[in-house]
C-alpha cells in the first residue's frame, strides 16, 4: 500500500485529471519529488525557491498541518493520505 495523495481541484490539470494519486515516499518531501517526477511544474506549485512550502500551500498528513509536524521532513508510511490544500482568500 502506497501514501495517497489527494489532489485539489486547481492542481488537477498537471495531474491529467487525477484527483488521488498513489506514491511510494518515506517523507513528504520525497512525495513531492516523485509527484514531480510523474508530473513535471507540481513542486514548483507547491514550493517556493529554497525548496520550502509556498504560504498558500497547506499540506495536511492523517488530517495533521505538517507545518506542526516536521514540514517536509514529516515521515509518511504505506497507508497514510496526504491532502494539498490552496488556501483561500477574499471577503
Do not use: H, W
Not at 17 to 25: C, D, K, L, W, Y
Not at 73 to 79: E, H, N, S, Y
Amino acid at each position: 500500500m502506497a501514501v495517497v495523495v489527494r489532489i485539489p481541484g486547481p492542481l488537477r490539470r498537471v495531474t491529467a485529471g487525477a484527483p488521488r494519486v498513489e506514491v511510494e515516499a518515506t517523507t513528504l518531501a520525497e512525495t513531492i519529488n516523485v509527484l514531480d517526477a510523474r508530473y513535471p511544474g507540481l513542486k514548483e506549485r507547491l514550493c517556493d525557491e529554497t525548496g520550502d512550502l509556498r504560504y498558500f500551500v497547506n499540506i495536511y498528513l492523517n488530517g495533521e498541518d505538517v507545518r506542526f509536524l516536521q514540514g517536509l521532513d514529516t515521515a509518511t508510511k504505506p497507508g497514510d493520505e496526504v491532502s494539498i490544500v490552496p488556501a483561500v482568500a477574499g471577503g
